[in-house]
């Protein structure tokens, strides 16, 4: 009885996180790590709902729920970043992740209007 309680409870606890969409990018983007150089804020707005959803058991399963309102308001930056290949490029993106001198990589994807895009890197030349 005891086992099928503590059983129960971790169910609930770990069926009630709350999870979200993690960022994919396109498998045709080109990925090219470079040097964060200059930031500057560039605007805020209100971030559009993130797709978050709630998994709520139900009988022997779950039920993702969607959880739906307006989103945070977001800083918005243009980050100018050198690329390992010397191009200079520049990128609109919200957040606060990103700071001067840091590696990142860009993904280029001349065909999608939602790149060129940026990320965490690891093999910057200096």
Known sequence: MKLKTVLLTLLLLLGGCVTTSQPQFDTKATETDGILVERKL??????????????????????????????????????????????????????DTHKVGDCVRVFEQPTNKSYPRISFGSDCKR
């Open 42 to 95: 560039v605007g805020s707005g209100r971030q559009p709902p993130s797709g978050a959803s709630m998994a709520v058991p139900i009988g022997v399963g779950f039920v993702h729920v969607p959880l739906y309102g307006p989103g945070p308001i977001v800083d918005w930056y243009r980050h100018d970043v050198r690329l390992n290949d010397g191009r200079l490029i520049s990128i609109v993106a919200q957040g």
